[in-house]
């Protein structure tokens, strides 16, 4: 009696079992079947004889073993057969060559036995989970889950489904904004399943463009029903995105029902995105239209395509290249991703356009003159020198630069910005991407907040003020490099807003990245990775610190820079001290710097194959306008 309730007892933890992972009773009655003839076949050497019956709805199970009824001297396998003598204990009638079929009890095979079967039953029930969880999930690739936040890592959070199923949301995968606590609800698309050995990982994500089609078609019930097509997306998780609608239906505006009144249906969507800005915009097969919307809310003059290279060359008027570019150059890159021609800008100046163009008649005395003969006619630049409210902000105390250095100043901009970018890049180079005005300021402009001085600064590129001119001394080599610094520095930004950097540049140091880079000393930044503390403000800044510093202080200054964090990185005293090596940090920035300005524009940063770089030509022209040979 025992015995039976044993075997009861094991028939209900396979029951339990069997719920637990939601395995259909067809398949659980075969897995049961399997998994007893595996362990009987074990032990006598074959299930052949065994017959196994599964009941799933009462929860048990019987087993039966057939076996031949030979004469008592002819036994020779008890599991296949079975005296005569036996047999007729059980029945008196049964005679040699008939069949006996009689019940096993499966708990008198022992614990042993017992530990098999529920061994082999666990890995059996476990492929079979893992089977049905791939099975599961490979079907729902690119759908929308929600699932409970478990557990948060470094690198990955993990979530469970309703079932209690594990998902992986990588960090990659998450939106930079993208904050949850333990407990929470976290929607994202199930991105792929990977099945390495038969274990199957399911990732899900929040940044792919799939996540934001799945967004709008809940939304938006005329993508649900295919009244409107989603016909291309771009996006820069959690900072913009564009998608391009279609309609099916001539009485249906696409992108107003996209919107909806009052941005009702878009507004759910922002938010779930973290406040990502979208733009939608009608899709048409006419690529030169398609590009003029993608770069909306620019207004385009012309565009020139180069369809085998699938490349634009989109001219605009100065006051909308700004608006073309957008914020970190995101708008201009996302109209690239949308359409998938590299999209280049630039300056339509073959028409007077009346707040931009500089009336040439203004300019009365030797100083205008030389400007509009060095400046003006060649690359379209003001240089303002005398002030309006426009400006400046007069509420500082500042002074005009005195009109006797305005020339020299200008001259030695030319020849360490101008001269250097013209040779390597063409003579139209700095009339295409130059910044349309110059201001110059005898003072530095002073930041009582934070203690600091203005040198110099730029708006969007249009605009280049240059700060503390009065001090301008041809021998004074220092301050002539720190006024450089400036304009190279101002020029990197116009650069990479008009073509973004590589994203990997932001991720080589991002935990320095700080709004109160000044009160960090320069070596402090250095063992951070930086090539000075203004660099820490943001990627973008340590973007363009590289280049204005490399280039005007000169590659031995940079070298030496290169050696003091390695040295600070080996004499620590302390493994917390640093997380990388700092010096291994500044090469990778470098190499990505090279390879952005040969790669995008052509540029060697560096001297190549017997011609100068652009660090050389910078060098030689500070030489040079510092030297006694320089005339002005």
């Given at each position: 009696?025992?015995k039976?309730?044993?075997?009861?007892?094991?028939i209900d933890?396979?029951?339990?079992?069997?719920e637990?992972?939601?395995?259909?009773?067809?398949?659980?009655?075969?897995?049961?079947?399997?998994?007893?003839?595996?362990?009987?076949?074990?032990?006598?050497?074959?299930?052949?004889?065994y017959?196994?019956?599964?009941n799933?709805?009462k929860?048990?199970?019987?087993?039966?073993?057939?076996?031949?009824?030979?004469?008592?001297?002819?036994?020779?396998?008890?599991n296949?057969?079975?005296a005569?003598?036996?047999?007729q204990?059980?029945?008196?009638?049964?005679?040699?060559?008939?069949?006996?079929?009689?019940?096993?009890?499966?708990?008198?095979?022992g614990r042993?036995?017992?530990?098999?079967?529920?061994?082999?039953?666990?890995?059996?029930?476990?492929?079979?989970e893992?089977?049905?969880?791939?099975?599961?999930?490979i079907?729902?690739?690119?759908?929308?889950i929600?699932?409970e936040?478990?557990?948060?890592?470094?690198?990955?959070?993990?979530l469970?489904?309703?079932?209690?199923?594990?998902?992986?949301?990588?960090?990659?995968?998450?939106?930079p904004?993208?904050?949850?606590?333990?407990?929470?609800?976290?929607?994202?698309v199930?991105?792929?399943?990977?099945?390495?050995?038969?274990n199957?990982?399911?990732?899900?994500?929040?940044t792919?463009?799939?996540?934001?089609?799945?967004?709008?078609?809940?939304?938006?019930?005329?993508?649900?029903?295919?009244?409107?097509?989603?016909?291309?997306?771009?996006?820069?998780?959690?900072?913009?995105?564009?998608?391009a609608?279609?309609?099916?239906?001539?009485?249906?505006?696409?992108?107003g029902?996209?919107?909806?009144?009052k941005g009702?249906r878009?507004?759910g969507?922002?938010?779930?995105l973290?406040n990502e800005?979208i733009?939608?915009?009608?899709?048409?097969?006419?690529?030169?239209l398609?590009i003029?919307?993608?770069?909306?809310p620019?207004?385009?003059?012309?565009?020139?395509?180069?369809?085998e290279?699938?490349k634009?060359?989109?001219?605009?008027?100065?006051?909308e290249?700004?608006?073309?570019?957008?914020?970190?150059?995101?708008?201009?890159k996302?109209?690239?991703?949308?359409?998938e021609?590299?999209?280049?800008?630039?300056?339509?100046?073959?028409?007077?356009?009346?707040?931009?163009?500089?009336?040439?008649?203004?300019?009365?005395?030797?100083?205008?003159?030389?400007?509009?003969?060095?400046?003006?006619?060649?690359y379209?630049m003001?240089?303002?020198?005398?002030w309006?409210?426009?400006?400046?902000?007069?509420?500082?105390?500042?002074v005009?630069?005195?009109?006797?250095l305005?020339?020299?100043v200008?001259k030695?901009?030319?020849?360490?910005w101008i001269?250097?970018y013209?040779?390597?890049?063409?003579?139209?180079?700095?009339?295409?991407?130059?910044?349309?005005?110059?201001v110059?300021?005898?003072?530095?402009?002073y930041?009582?907040?934070?203690?600091?001085?203005t040198?110099g600064?730029?708006?969007?590129?249009?605009?280049?003020?240059l700060y503390?001119?009065n001090?301008?001394?041809?021998?004074?080599?220092d301050?002539?490099?720190?006024?450089?610094?400036?304009?190279?520095?101002e020029?990197g930004?116009?650069?990479?807003q008009?073509i973004?950097y590589?994203?990997?540049?932001?991720?080589?140091t991002?935990g320095g990245?700080?709004?109160?880079w000044?009160?960090?000393?320069?070596?402090e930044a250095?063992?951070l990775?930086?090539?000075?503390?203004?660099?820490?403000?943001?990627?973008?800044?340590?973007?363009?610190?590289?280049?204005?510093?490399?280039a005007?202080?000169?590659?031995?200054?940079?070298?030496?820079k290169?050696?003091r964090?390695k040295?600070?990185?080996?004499?620590?005293?302390?493994?917390?001290?640093?997380?990388?090596?700092?010096?291994?940090?500044?090469?990778?920035?470098?190499?990505?710097?090279?390879?952005?300005?040969?790669?995008?524009?052509?540029?060697?940063?560096?001297?190549?194959?017997?011609?100068?770089?652009?660090v050389?030509?910078?060098?030689?022209?500070i030489?040079?306008?510092?030297?006694?040979?320089?005339?002005?």
């Amino acid at each position: 009696m025992a015995k039976k309730v044993e075997t009861i007892s094991l028939i209900d933890t396979f029951s339990e079992f069997k719920e637990l992972k939601n395995i259909d009773r067809t398949t659980m009655v075969s897995v049961l079947e399997e998994s007893f003839r595996s362990v009987i076949a074990k032990m006598f050497g074959t299930d052949e004889n065994y017959d196994v019956i599964v009941n799933p709805d009462k929860g048990d199970f019987e087993i039966w073993r057939n076996r031949e009824v030979v004469a008592d001297e002819d036994l020779e396998n008890p599991n296949l057969q079975i005296a005569l003598s036996e047999a007729q204990k059980i029945d008196a009638s049964y005679e040699v060559g008939e069949e006996v079929t009689d019940e096993v009890i499966f708990a008198n095979f022992g614990r042993r036995a017992i530990l098999n079967l529920r061994q082999t039953l666990a890995s059996k029930i476990l492929e079979l989970e893992k089977d049905s969880i791939y099975n599961k999930y490979i079907d729902k690739v690119g759908n929308i889950i929600n699932a409970e936040v478990y557990q948060i890592w470094k690198k990955e959070m993990l979530l469970l489904d309703d079932e209690g199923n594990e998902l992986l949301l990588p960090k990659t995968e998450q939106i930079p904004s993208d904050f949850y606590r333990k407990g929470e609800t976290a929607r994202a698309v199930v991105a792929r399943v990977d099945n390495k050995n038969n274990n199957p990982k399911i990732i899900l994500s929040r940044t792919s463009p799939v996540f934001l089609q799945r967004l709008f078609e809940m939304e938006v019930p005329e993508i649900n029903d295919g009244l409107i097509t989603i016909k291309k997306i771009a996006r820069i998780p959690g900072e913009r995105a564009k998608i391009a609608v279609e309609s099916y239906d001539d009485r249906i505006d696409p992108v107003g029902a996209c919107v909806g009144v009052k941005g009702s249906r878009i507004h759910g969507i922002v938010r779930e995105l973290r406040n990502e800005n979208i733009d939608v915009i009608n899709y048409t097969s006419n690529i030169q239209l398609f590009i003029q919307r993608a770069l909306s809310p620019a207004k385009i003059s012309s565009i020139r395509l180069n369809e085998e290279e699938r490349k634009a060359e989109v001219f605009l008027r100065p006051e909308e290249v700004s608006l073309a570019i957008g914020k970190g150059g995101l708008n201009i890159k996302l109209a690239s991703m949308l359409t998938e021609y590299t999209i280049d800008v630039f300056r339509e100046l073959d028409q007077a356009v009346e707040d931009e163009d500089i009336y040439l008649e203004e300019f009365k005395d030797e100083i205008d003159e030389w400007i509009i003969d060095n400046y003006t006619r060649p690359y379209n630049m003001e240089v303002k020198y005398r002030w309006d409210q426009s400006e400046l902000d007069l509420n500082r105390t500042l002074v005009p630069i005195k009109e006797e250095l305005v020339v020299s100043v200008m001259k030695v901009v030319q020849e360490i910005w101008i001269k250097p970018y013209e040779q390597l890049a063409g003579a139209n180079f700095i009339r295409s991407y130059s910044p349309k005005k110059y201001v110059l300021v005898g003072s530095p402009k002073y930041n009582p907040n934070t203690g600091t001085i203005t040198l110099g600064e730029a708006e969007g590129g249009r605009k280049i003020v240059l700060y503390r001119l009065n001090w301008f001394d041809l021998k004074d080599r220092d301050l002539i490099q720190q006024i450089m610094k400036t304009v190279h520095h101002e020029f990197g930004h116009t650069l990479h807003q008009t073509i973004l950097y590589p994203e990997e540049f932001k991720n080589i140091t991002p935990g320095g990245y700080t709004t109160s880079w000044n009160n960090m000393s320069e070596e402090e930044a250095l063992k951070l990775g930086y090539v000075s503390s203004y660099a820490c403000a943001g990627p973008d800044e340590d973007f363009v610190e590289m280049i204005a510093r490399i280039a005007v202080f000169g590659p031995e200054w940079y070298e030496k820079k290169v050696a003091r964090a390695k040295e600070l990185y080996l004499n620590a005293t302390s493994a917390l001290d640093f997380a990388y090596d700092p010096s291994e940090a500044l090469r990778q920035k470098e190499t990505i710097v090279v390879s952005y300005l040969k790669d995008i524009w052509g540029i060697n940063f560096y001297d190549q194959d017997g011609e100068k770089g652009l660090v050389t030509l910078v060098q030689e022209a500070i030489d040079y306008v510092t030297s006694d040979d320089y005339k002005q």
